[in-house]
C-alpha cells in the first residue's frame, strides 16, 4: 500500500520553490560549458561533466542513508546552504582551475538540492493525480527556466561570470529561507533504510521502474549533449549570446505549454504509455534535422530547437507520473536511484562525446543522441501501461 497523504498547500510550495531554482539553475546550465570551454581553451569539455557527475552520482547512491540520519526537510537545508556556501565563493574567485574544482562541487550540491525537493514532494503527493501534481511541478519550474536565459545572456555580457554566480547566490539565500520557513514541521525520517547493492536489487525486480529509468537515462543524455554542446555550437556558427538567448527561450516554451495538460490527459484518459511513444518520435525526428542546417537565420534554429523541447517535455512529466505511480513517500531510496540516470547519462554522454570529438565534428553530438532515443523507444514498447480514470470507470 502507498502512504502518500496529498497536501495541495505543500505542493503549491514545492512548484513555487521549483519556480525559483528553475529561474537559478537556468542562469549556469547553458552558460557553464564556456565558462570551462575559457578556462581550458577547448571546445571538448566533456571530461568537467564527466568528473562533476561521478561526484553526484557517488552523492545520490548515499543520500538515503543521510536522509534516514536528519531527515528530509534538514537534507534540503542542508544541500541548499552548500550550493549558497559555493556560489559566494565562485563570486569571489577569478576564472582559474580552483574555480574550476568549486563549480564542480557546486553542481554535485545542486544534484542533491534536485532530489531533495523531489523526495519532499512525493510525500505529500497522491499517485492517482501523479500525472496533475509532476504537471504542474515541472510546469512551474520550467516558467522559471524560461524566463532566465535571455537575462542570463546579458548578466554574461555586462557582469561576465561573477554577475552569473551573483545572481545564483541570492537565487539560492531565497529559496533557503522559503524552505525554512515552508518545511520547519515536515523533517520525517523515512522508517526503511537500504544500502545502494540492495537498492539495485530492488530496482531490478521491478521490470516497469527499470524500464523507466532507461527512458529517463535516455531523456537525461539528450539533456547532457545538447545543453553541452548546442551553445558552443551555435556560437561556433557566429550567433551572438544575445541571439542564444532568445533562441533559447523560444526552445523551452514547450515545457510551459505543454507539460500540465499532458499530466492530465495521462491520469484521466490514456495513461502514460502511448504519450511517451509520440514525444520519443518527435524527438528522434526533431534531433536528426540539427545537422543539417548550418547557420542559418535565428528563427529556423528557435523553430527546430522548439520541435525537440516538445518531445522532452512530453517525455520528463509522463516518466515522472509514470515512476511516481509505481512508489510511495517512504522510496527515498528509489527515488535517489532514479535521479541518478541524470549523472549516469552526463558520465556517459560525457565520455562517448569526448571520444566522438576526437574524430569527428561537433555535430556528431546530434547523431548520437538519435541512437540513444532509438533505444528508448524500444524500451518504451515494452513498459505496462497504467491505468487512467476513465479507465478505471470502466471496469
Same mark, same amino acid.
Given at each position: 500500500m502507498h502512504k502518500e497523504k496529498l497536501n495541495y498547500k505543500k505542493v503549491h510550495l514545492i512548484s513555487i520553490i521549483s519556480f525559483l531554482l528553475g529561474f537559478v539553475d537556468a542562469f549556469w546550465i547553458y552558460t557553464l560549458s564556456t565558462y570551462f570551454s575559457e578556462i581550458s581553451g577547448?571546445?571538448?569539455?566533456? =571530461?568537467?561533466?564527466?568528473?562533476?557527475?561521478?561526484?553526484?552520482?557517488?552523492?545520490?547512491?548515499?543520500?538515503?542513508?543521510?536522509?534516514?540520519?536528519?531527515g528530509r526537510a534538514r537534507m534540503l537545508y542542508f544541500s541548499l546552504g552548500l550550493t549558497i556556501l559555493l556560489s559566494v565563493l565562485l563570486t569571489r574567485l577569478p576564472a582559474t582551475w580552483l574555480s574550476v574544482l568549486v563549480v564542480l562541487l557546486?553542481?554535485?550540491?545542486?544534484?542533491?538540492?534536485?532530489?531533495?525537493?523531489?523526495?519532499?514532494?512525493?510525500? @505529500?503527493?497522491?499517485? $492517482?493525480?501523479? $500525472?496533475?501534481?509532476?504537471?504542474?511541478?515541472?510546469?512551474?519550474?520550467?516558467? $522559471?527556466?524560461?524566463?532566465?536565459?535571455?537575462?542570463?545572456?546579458?548578466?554574461?555580457?555586462? @557582469?561576465?561570470?561573477?554577475?552569473?554566480?551573483?545572481?545564483?547566490?541570492?537565487?539560492?539565500?531565497?529559496?533557503f529561507l522559503i524552505s525554512l520557513l515552508g518545511f520547519r514541521n515536515d523533517n520525517v525520517i523515512p522508517r526503511e533504510s537500504l544500502k545502494p547493492w540492495q537498492t539495485i536489487r530492488k530496482m531490478m525486480r521491478e521490470k516497469n521502474l527499470l524500464y523507466i529509468y532507461c527512458i529517463s537515462f535516455a531523456m537525461e543524455f539528450f539533456y547532457a549533449l545538447m545543453i553541452v554542446y548546442t551553445p558552443i555550437y551555435l556560437l561556433n556558427l557566429g550567433f551572438s549570446w544575445d541571439q542564444i538567448g532568445i533562441i533559447f527561450t523560444i526552445m523551452l516554451i514547450p515545457f510551459v505549454l505543454l507539460e500540465y495538460p499532458l499530466g492530465i490527459i495521462a491520469d484521466r484518459h490514456l495513461g502514460e504509455k502511448e504519450l511517451l511513444i509520440v514525444s520519443i518520435m518527435i524527438v528522434i525526428f526533431s534531433t536528426s534535422l540539427l545537422p543539417f542546417i548550418g547557420p542559418h537565420s535565428l528563427w529556423i534554429w528557435a523553430s527546430i530547437l522548439f520541435m525537440t523541447r516538445v518531445g522532452i517535455a512530453g517525455i520528463e512529466v509522463l516518466r515522472d507520473a509514470y515512476f511516481y505511480k509505481q512508489?510511495?513517500?517512504?522510496?527515498?531510496?528509489?527515488?535517489?536511484? @532514479?535521479?541518478?540516470?541524470?549523472?549516469?547519462?552526463?558520465?556517459?554522454?560525457?565520455?562517448?562525446?569526448?571520444?566522438?570529438?576526437?574524430?569527428?565534428?561537433?555535430?556528431?553530438?546530434?547523431?548520437?543522441?538519435?541512437?540513444?532515443?532509438?533505444?528508448?523507444?524500444? =524500451?518504451?514498447? @515494452?513498459?505496462?501501461?497504467?491505468?487512467?480514470?476513465?479507465?478505471?470507470s470502466r471496469r
Open positions: 577547448t571546445d571538448n569539455v566533456s =571530461i568537467f561533466y564527466f568528473t562533476a557527475f561521478t561526484g553526484v552520482l557517488i552523492s545520490l547512491f548515499y543520500l538515503q542513508s543521510l536522509i534516514r540520519r536528519i557546486f553542481i554535485v550540491a545542486n544534484g542533491t538540492v534536485w532530489v531533495s525537493l523531489d523526495v519532499l514532494l512525493e510525500g @505529500f503527493s497522491s499517485d $492517482g493525480m501523479a $500525472g496533475r501534481i509532476r504537471g504542474l511541478y515541472l510546469t512551474i519550474m520550467n516558467t $522559471g527556466i524560461l524566463v532566465a536565459p535571455f537575462l542570463a545572456s546579458k548578466v554574461l555580457n555586462h @557582469f561576465r561570470f561573477e554577475g552569473i554566480f551573483f545572481v545564483i547566490s541570492v537565487g539560492y539565500m531565497i529559496v512508489i510511495d513517500g517512504d522510496d527515498s531510496d528509489v527515488i535517489a536511484f @532514479f535521479r541518478t540516470s541524470r549523472p549516469v547519462a552526463n558520465i556517459i554522454g560525457a565520455g562517448i562525446s569526448a571520444m566522438a570529438l576526437l574524430f569527428w565534428p561537433l555535430q556528431s553530438v546530434f547523431f548520437i543522441i538519435v541512437v540513444v532515443m532509438i533505444f528508448a523507444l524500444v =524500451i518504451a514498447l @515494452f513498459l505496462e501501461d497504467t491505468e487512467s480514470e476513465r479507465e478505471a
